[in-house]
């Protein structure tokens, strides 16, 4: 395998250099550039067009779950490997905004070289104690928090996506328009990370809104 041109994203410089002192250790490891924030990484990665990003989560001014999203969007084929202190609630956003790895940032150096080399070779490398706290996490999400944020009136239209009827069958049953009922829709979806009708309808029968509105 050829040179693998790293990024290092982090606002603390002695991480950043802590890290970059380990990636020199491997003679195909260049580390092209530095940043200290998420709108930093975007624009260096557009100067030094990096193979791999290593990109810390908790940053000032745009994080780096904003800037993992806008990177991706920008370099497609650009491997980001997370790191962080410790997982919190935001874990599952990350994995989703399209990372190749995400680690802990306690990780030993030989560790960390063996998964800059999986993921750089194609693969993906999730900490076990990551993906532990995911699970727990994705499992209270939709038990509790994700029910809690719908509205009255958008549990009700949940519940009768579950029960099959159209959004004009909504409309005509809650006495409000369409166009009103594709806007609940849109935001509801959004709030429990779902994309289509079928999603938020299995949704609704897990949390048990099927049953008919008493109003």
Known sequence: MGIVRILLVDD???????LRKV???EPNLEVVGEAGDGAEAVAKARECLPDLVLMDINMPRTDGIQAIRQLKQ???RVKIIALT????ERAP???KAGVAGYLLKDISADNLLAAVATVTGGGTVIAPEVMEKISHMMTRLQEQQLLQQLTRRERDI???VAQGLTNREIGERLFISEKTVKNHLTHLFKKIGVEDRTQAALFAVRMGLTEEPNS
């Open 158 to 160: 949940l519940g009768m």
């Open 23 to 25: 990636l020199a250790l």
């Open 12 to 18: 603390h410089p002695l991480i950043r250099e802590g």
């Open 85 to 88: 202190v410790a997982v919190d």
């Open 74 to 76: 920008l370099m497609p």
């Open 93 to 95: 956003e990350v994995i």
